[in-house]
Nanobody, 112 residues
Framework: QVRLEESGGDLVQAGKSLRLSCKSS????????MHWYRQAPGNERELVAS???????NYADSVKGRFTISRDNAKNTVFLQMNSLTPEDTALYYC??????WGQGTQVTVSS
């Protein structure tokens, strides 16, 4: 059973930055893509960013230019650097390995 643990969520003002972390217990972490999703109340879960095993990245249009996904394979950790946050970024943020394993989520709340 793969365990994913997110951290770094907080309450911040609009325009500020946060860095989320997700640590994986998976032995093959370096060989797998990782993804960040988010879910706001009343909304479906949406894909925010993905990173491949070689470091290639993809972003939702709503976060392009503001969010950066990265990974540290030596630490089995994937990060999400979020800059210029807006109230629309308020959500529960999850990481996943795309194989059915999800973390418990970390809450990001952005006040106007």
């Amino acid at each position: 059973q793969v365990r994913l643990e997110e951290s770094g969520g907080d309450l911040v003002q609009a325009g500020k930055s946060l860095r989320l972390s997700c640590k994986s217990s998976e032995m093959r972490f370096a060989a797998l893509p990782m993804h960040w999703y988010r879910q706001a109340p009343g909304n479906e879960r949406e894909l925010v960013a993905s990173i491949g095993r070689l470091g290639n990245t993809n972003y939702a249009d709503s976060v392009k230019g503001r969010f950066t996904i990265s990974r540290d394979n030596a630490k089995n950790t994937v990060f999400l650097q979020m800059n210029s946050l807006t109230p629309e970024d308020t959500a529960l943020y999850y990481c996943t390995n795309g194989r059915g394993s999800w973390g418990q989520g970390t809450q990001v709340t952005v006040s106007s």
